[in-house]
Each structure stands twice: as structure tokens, then as C-alpha cells.
Nanobody
Framework: QVQLVESGGGLVQPGGPLRLSCAAS????????VAWFRQAPGKEREGVSA??????????YYLNSVKGRFTISRDNAKNTVYLQMNGLKPEDTGVYFC?????????????????????WGQGTQVTVSS
């Protein structure tokens, strides 16, 4: 059974960096897409970034508002996906979740849609505040 554990969240000042990690168990990590979602209080969960499986050329996808600031990457040897967040803004605040599933050959909209993922981590809080 797939298990995901997020880490790296915390309190950071606007403009600061933060790196989130998502460590996954399961033998199919290399064949799976992994995505980061976030949920602010009272708001719907939104897709932040995703990376496809290596077989799908590890393509990356980003929410428009984070393009140029966030970078997603994967280290298959460690079964870990990272989200490097730079230039953080208060509106980036929320609980960040990672999710995974065996998805290939889809559009960016598909990879960034929460309904397409069956396996989720517990979330890690990111707070951007002065």
C-alpha cells in the first residue's frame, strides 16, 4: 500500500524560500506521477505542481501563479519528490499535500486535478507571513 509523508513546512517571511519533501513508499514510485496540492482555510484544494513518471519523461506542470517561483523534482533512488518554493507570498499560505497515482500521458489539467489521485499524504503547513 502506498504511503506518503510530507515534510519541510513551516513559517517563512515573504520572499523567502522553503523546500518541501514528499517521501513515498511503494514499489511503483518510478511509474507514478506525483503532485503537490495546497489548501488555504475555507478554500478548495488546488493543484500547485506535478511531475510525471520517468516513463513519461518526468514532465513538470505548474499552477500559473507559481510558475518561475516553484520547482518540482523527483529523486527516484530516494522515492522522494521535492517542491522548491522561492519568492514566497502570503497567498502561498496553506496546507500542502502530496499525492500520487499511476498516471501517464495526460494533460497538465489532469495532473493538477485532485480527483485523479488516490494516494495522499497528511499535509504540511506552510505559512508565509511578516
Amino acid at each position: 500500500q502506498v504511503q506518503l509523508v510530507e515534510s519541510g513546512g513551516g513559517l517563512v517571511q515573504p520572499g523567502g524560500p522553503l523546500r518541501l519533501s514528499c517521501a513515498a513508499s511503494g514499489r511503483y514510485f518510478d511509474h507514478s506521477a506525483v503532485a503537490w496540492f495546497r489548501q488555504a482555510p475555507g478554500k478548495e484544494r488546488e493543484g500547485v505542481s506535478a511531475i510525471s513518471a520517468d516513463a513519461d519523461r518526468a514532465r513538470t506542470y505548474y499552477l500559473n501563479s507559481v510558475k518561475g517561483r516553484f520547482t518540482i523534482s523527483r529523486d527516484n533512488a530516494k522515492n522522494t519528490v521535492y517542491l522548491q518554493m522561492n519568492g514566497l507570498k502570503p497567498e502561498d499560505t496553506g496546507v500542502y499535500f502530496c499525492a500520487t497515482d499511476q498516471l501517464v500521458g495526460h494533460s497538465d489539467g489532469y495532473y493538477l486535478s485532485a480527483q485523479n489521485y488516490d494516494y495522499w499524504g497528511q499535509g504540511t503547513q506552510v505559512t508565509v507571513s511578516s
